[in-house]
């Protein structure tokens, strides 16, 4: 069983930065792909980034691309949604998730791929 912990959201304005973390127990941390999802009110659960299990292949919605940067440290079981540039429309509830994955190189953008969820982090960005 995989635990996933998310930490680093909060409210900040326009234009800001913050960086999310989730730590991540139970498994080996190198066998884990990774992603980052988000559910704003009244909407579902969509992808936003990615990583493979080595880092080498990372994946982005459009609607983030240029502003988020998804990185991770296989030493500290640790993996990072930098977001900057933020806007208004990325106000939503964060949440991390993991997948065992057998291939190194894979980046995972389905939520259905995914095995582990993390309990989310919340957003908020004024105007």
């Known amino acids: 069983q995989v635990q996933l912990v998310e930490s680093g959201g909060g409210l900040v304005q326009a234009r800001d930065s913050l960086r999310l973390s989730c730590a991540a127990s139970g498994r080996t941390f190198s066998s884990l792909a990774m992603g980052w999802f988000r559910q704003a009110p009244g909407k579902e659960r969509e992808f936003v980034s990615a990583i493979s299990r080595e880092g080498g292949s990372t994946s982005y919605t459009d609607s983030v691309k240029g502003r988020f940067t998804i990185s991770r440290d296989n030493a500290k079981n640790l993996v990072y949604l930098q977001m900057n540039a933020l806007k208004p429309e990325d106000t939503a509830v964060y949440y991390c998730?993991?997948?065992?994955?057998?291939?190194?190189?894979?980046?995972?953008?389905?939520?259905?791929?995914?095995?582990?969820w993390g309990q989310g982090t919340q957003v908020t960005v004024s105007s």
């Open positions: 998730a993991a997948k065992a994955s057998y291939i190194s190189w894979r980046a995972y953008t389905s939520s259905t791929e995914y095995n582990y």
